[in-house]
């Protein structure tokens, strides 16, 4: 069992960063692909990026390429995006994801295998 813990979230003005972490317990991720997803108000889930822990490979949904960063760090077992530019459209409650298994495809929600609660993320125009 592998328990994600979301942090960072908050309220800033269009154009502004924020940096979310994730949290990771429970077992080694070597094996794991760990991925954000974000969900806006009246819209289904849509996944953001993700990162192959082994590796490092990132691949970011085309929404967000150019400006949402996500890496990792090992010895602290947590991811982070690192969102620059940020658009009111940008708006959501965004959720750590990880799968038991190492891709470089885009995810969709019900392949996830560990879910964060999530951390409201929004952007003021």
């Known amino acids: 069992q592998v328990q994600l813990v979301e942090s960072g979230g908050g309220l800033v003005q269009a154009g502004g960063s924020l940096r979310l972490s994730c949290a990771a317990s429970?077992?080694?991720?070597?094996?794991?692909?760990m991925g954000w997803f974000r969900q806006a108000p009246g819209k289904e889930r849509e996944f953001v990026g993700a990162?192959?822990?082994?590796?490092?490979?990132?691949y970011y949904a085309d929404s967000v390429k150019g400006r949402f960063t996500i890496s990792r760090d090992n010895a602290k077992n947590t991811v982070y995006l690192q969102m620059n530019s940020l658009k009111p459209e940008d708006t959501a409650v965004y959720y750590c994801a990880a799968v038991r298994y190492a891709t470089t495809q885009p995810m969709g929600a019900g392949d996830i295998h560990y879910w964060g609660k999530g951390t409201l993320v929004t952007v003021s125009s």
């Open positions: 990162i192959r822990w082994t590796g490092g490979v990132t």
């Open positions: 429970g077992r080694t991720l070597s094996s794991y692909t």
